[in-house]
């Protein structure tokens, strides 16, 4: 009660105008005070009128009053001052731009707190007493405050609509029951909304459990997300411990090997030289011989060298020219050969765990898989740059536009042979692997062919290595604009929009592909769903002289 007696003080010394305690308060003839400054300000913008008002009371002056400070009011406001106490803030009082008004407030209106949706009025604090007070209104609905109180009249008959139509699902007053809605299925607007309700309540419980569901995917996919950085973290610090280990191997190895390396070394270059010593003596002593022969040979007494003749030995078969064996000059290259051989080993074994790391990777579940796709905006953020494999093309299509285009030709084009060339059909694979989510299109010029989607190993020869023909391969028949789809021989026709354009979508991992037609909408022609064990390869088949297929360049 204390404050409210406050908040009447400040309104009674407080100016309407700034909404301020009075400053330079000032009385003009109609008894209301003002600012000085404020209500100078405010006739200032009227002198053109040569009419001056107050600007609550709306009191007309003809002559411009003559403004005198009111010093025992100032007197009081400045005592005010001294004991602390402020105007209100204009938004904690008067109501704004924003606020709903009080419909009973004169002059400057006040705040509403309330409406009334019986009285379709709203409320200040002081205006709203009554309806606390009085028991006549009692069975009043106050709600917060509203301003669109006056769309709850009937523009036809202004009056309060207190029914709903279920037939023409629109509420209503009692006169629009009788009149236009005779007959119709019509309830109290409270029945109404008491049913709404309860289904409110449903869909809400619906929304929360679905939330609760979410809330435990989250935290599943973070308990994953946990499991998986401390799998790759385990892996990795498992790795590089094994890694070292197997360094610190190699290099034990390296140093063993050099090691017996030039110990054998040594010990065939001792030998080696062992022998070279020996021979070198044996040399030596040998041309002592043949100089004893030679002299004994110049002897020009034939009694003197028959006589000295068997005094010289017979000429023995050298003990050393066993040892000497004629080979090629290798001695460690087969050591060499056996390191290679280990190190073309590793290297393979290496190569492969290398290359299985990333599908290892890339094969984690994801629990909670993205929806399908349902505008084209939402399909180009999957799209992916479709390039053809002129290894993989049949000789009688030519390529253009960068590898994106195929034309089916009468000649055939000087193509190299290459294993995975089409001889069976005029179609050709792309050159990128289709995982995870993809999407690309394919424009046409002429009767049209097939789009398909097809495993690198499908069939290069023959009548059943044309896409759809096979159970590795999944096509799109867009002859004439007319549609069939084609997997393992099976044929489905297809009714939907013709268009020179279709988009095919695959989400690889849920085993989802959809095949669209393309304009200014998309209209889904046919989806598939179904396992795929291997990256896929996008691919077309032309079947007309002159048509042509190109992958089309998305933005």
Not at 62 to 86: C, D, F, H, S, Y
Not at 357 to 380: A, G, M, N, R
Request: with cysteine.
């Amino acid at each position: 009660m204390e404050q409210q007696g406050n908040q009447f003080d400040l309104a009674t010394f407080s100016c309407s105008i700034c909404l301020d305690l009075l400053n330079d308060p000032v009385a003009i003839p109609c008894g209301h005070s003002y600012c000085m400054g404020c209500i100078k300000n405010n006739w200032d913008q009227e002198d053109y009128r040569k009419v001056y008002r107050c600007p609550q009371c709306r009191e007309t002056f003809i002559q411009r009053p003559v403004l005198k400070k009111n010093t025992m009011l100032a007197a009081l406001v400045e005592q005010l001052k001294k004991t602390g106490l402020q105007a209100a803030p204009a938004d904690h009082c008067y109501a704004g731009p924003e606020d709903v008004a009080c419909d009973f407030c004169s002059g400057r209106k006040l705040k509403a707190i309330k409406s009334c949706l019986f009285c379709l009025a709203s409320y200040c604090e002081k205006h709203l007493q009554p309806h606390y007070d009085s028991a006549a209104f009692q069975k009043h609905k106050l709600v917060e405050p509203s301003k669109n109180l006056q769309e709850n009249i009937c523009s036809r008959h202004d009056e309060v609509m207190k029914m709903f139509c279920r037939t023409d699902q629109k509420c209503i007053c009692l006169l629009c029951l009788v009149n236009d809605h005779k007959g119709h299925d019509a309830v109290s607007a409270a029945e109404e909304r008491d049913e709404r309700q309860r289904e409110l309540e449903v869909r809400r419980q619906t929304i929360q459990q679905r939330i609760q569901d979410r809330e435990k995917d989250v935290k599943l996919l973070q308990q994953e997300v946990e499991a998986i950085n401390h799998s790759a973290d385990k892996t990795v610090e498992d790795s590089e411990e094994i890694f070292s280990q197997l360094i610190r191997l190699i290099q034990k190895r390296s140093s063993d090997m050099k090691q017996q390396i030039r110990s054998q070394q040594e010990t065939e270059v001792s030998r080696v030289k062992e022998l070279q010593e020996k021979l070198e003596q044996e040399i030596t002593e040998l041309k002592r011989r043949d100089a004893e022969l030679k002299q004994l040979s110049h002897t020009e007494d034939h009694n003197q060298f028959l006589h000295n003749y068997p005094s010289v030995s017979a000429l023995s078969e050298s003990p050393h020219s066993s040892s000497i064996k004629t080979k090629p000059l290798r001695y460690f290259e087969d050591v060499t050969a056996a390191v290679k051989e280990l190190f073309d080993v590793l290297q393979d074994i290496l190569g492969d765990n290398t290359t299985n790391t990333p599908k290892t990777v890339s094969d984690v579940d994801v629990l909670l898989p993205e929806p399908e796709p349902t505008s084209q905006t939402d399909f180009l953020k999957y799209s992916c740059e479709i390039t053809l494999d002129p290894n993989t093309v049949h000789t009688q299509l030519l390529l253009s536009e960068g590898n994106r285009k195929a034309t089916l030709m009468k000649q055939h084009q000087p193509y190299p042979k290459h294993p995975d060339r089409f001889t069976g059909c005029c179609q050709v694979l792309s050159r990128e692997s289709l995982t995870g989510r993809c999407y690309l299109e394919v424009k046409w010029r002429g009767s049209g062919g097939f789009v398909a989607v097809a495993y690198k190993n499908i069939g290069r020869t023959g009548g059943d290595c044309g896409f759809g023909r096979n159970d590795k391969s999944w096509a799109l028949d867009c002859y004439h604009n007319q549609y069939k789809f084609f997997h393992n021989n099976n044929k489905t026709s297809i009714s939907g929009p013709g268009s020179s354009r279709v988009g095919v979508y695959l989400d690889h991992r849920a085993g989802v592909l959809s095949f669209y037609s393309v304009s200014e909408t998309m209209t889904l022609l046919h989806r598939v769903q179904t396992t795929f064990t291997q990256p896929l390869h996008a691919g077309v088949w032309v079947y007309w002289p002159g048509d042509s297929a190109e992958f089309c360049r998305l933005e």
